[in-house]
């Protein structure tokens, strides 16, 4: 819990667990923030990249030449 007094700042650091058969792509989302009187929702967003390797890379460079 963080406890941020009013008009006050706090430093966040979030981890987001992405499981291994996640496609790739780009995703969004929300962290949010609930307090007594109100909710504060933060947009995140993450990529999620194909894993290369070097059979692939010389694959694609082949390709493009």
């Known amino acids: 819990m963080v406890s941020i007094p009013p008009k006050g ?6 981890t987001v667990n992405i499981p291994n058969d996640k496609k790739p792509g780009l995703y969004q989302g929300f962290i949010s923030f609930v307090g007594n ?3 504060a929702n933060v947009p995140v967003s993450y990529g999620v990249v194909s894993k ?3 059979e692939r890379a010389c694959s694609d460079f082949r390709r493009v030449r």
């Open 37 to 39: 009187n109100h909710t």
């Open 9 to 14: 700042t706090a430093q966040v650091t979030a």
């Open 52 to 54: 290369i390797t070097r």
